[in-house]
């Protein structure tokens, strides 16, 4: 399916880990919380790949990795073949851009939304105040602002509007990838369909590339041409949005699926209930991240971590039922 693609982004065998120290006096680290362990993918242009797991899974850290914000503790991520990093070149902060979840924190409250806009064309371009409003006037098209928002400042919007400002300013510098932290999980259901459809919508004007995060299984549905499940900061199922709802492979995604609201109301979906909580990074079982809460674990899963591979064609699982070493 992917051979034919063009690579944007690469992700390979990336590791971040955060230092925990103890004491008031003497600061003596005690452990680190691994928050993304061993994980590669890619991203292929003109797609959307969406990325759903638990909070506290790394998803968020790692696309503070991707947009350079972050540094990594091993491995390497490569947009257009070039390392990106907290030194990422000029072109890379133009053509890569971050949504951010919270729509009103991610706006400064001091600056009107002319101002908010124009700010990374200011930074990246050299374009005239007539073009750099020219530009401005046209995204706030796209994204269904009049003109007379330019003037206003984020206090005055709701929510949904919020949201759309910040698509905007996202947009500006017309970049090629769009990293969406849960861009819609603090909006009401009916403003969520609006932004979503938009998402849509201007992917097919704008041909963008998204890496699209939620924790929400039915949105990343909505939205997706991939999905990669994440549970504690490692890859746990990869595959087309077709493949992976219409045959599930990892015990992990099948419980997030079960979980998916029906639109009828007198239809009943069987229930994966996962006992217990989310492991904490900073001890994570050893084995399978997941055997402590897998109703289908066994031994192997308690004592070896599967690698991802291939099950069937373009479906990536990490799961011993599937390496040929269950029951061991």
């Not at 904490?280 to 674990?297: D, E, I, M, V």
């Amino acid at each position: 399916m992917n051979e034919n693609k063009e690579v944007l982004a690469e992700v390979k065998n990336l590791r971040k880990s955060f230092p925990v120290n103890k004491g008031m006096l003497w600061r003596r680290r005690s452990g680190a919380v691994r928050a993304i362990n061993d994980v590669s993918f890619n991203i292929y242009k003109g797609e959307t790949l969406g990325l759903i797991g638990e909070s506290g899974c790394g998803k968020t850290t790692l696309s503070r990795i991707m947009m350079g914000l972050t540094d990594a503790t091993e491995g390497e991520v490569l947009y257009k073949g070039q390392q990106v990093g907290a030194g990422a070149p000029s072109a890379f902060r133009k053509e890569v851009q971050m949504i951010f979840q919270d729509p009103y924190s991610s706006l400064d409250p001091r600056m009107n939304i002319r101002r908010i806009i124009e700010e990374p064309m200011r930074i990246h371009t050299k374009l005239s105040a007539r073009q750099k409003l020219d530009r401005i006037l046209f995204i706030l098209e796209k994204i269904g602002l009049d003109e007379d928002a330019l003037e206003r400042f984020p206090h005055e919007f709701s929510g949904g509007q919020r949201q759309r400002i910040g698509i905007a300013r996202a947009l500006v510098l017309q970049p090629e990838l769009l990293i969406c932290d849960e861009p819609v999980s603090a909006l009401d259901m009916s403003v969520q369909a609006q932004i979503l459809n938009l998402f849509k919508q201007l992917q097919q004007e704008m041909k963008l590339t998204y890496l699209f995060i939620s924790h929400d299984m039915s949105v990343v549905k909505h939205v997706s041409d991939r999905v990669m499940v994440m549970y504690l900061g490692r890859i746990m199922e990869l595959a087309p949005k077709r493949k992976l709802f219409g045959n599930t492979l990892h015990p992990y995604t099948s419980a997030l699926m079960s979980a998916i609201p029906l639109p009828n109301p007198e239809l009943r979906r069987a229930r994966t209930l996962l006992e217990g909580d989310l492991p904490s990074p900073l001890n994570p079982p050893a084995g399978c991240p997941f055997q402590t809460r897998c109703p289908k674990a066994q031994a192997v899963c308690r004592t070896r971590m599967p690698a991802l591979q291939e099950a069937e064609k373009d479906h990536f699982v990490a799961c011993h039922l599937y390496s040929g070493e269950a029951g061991a």
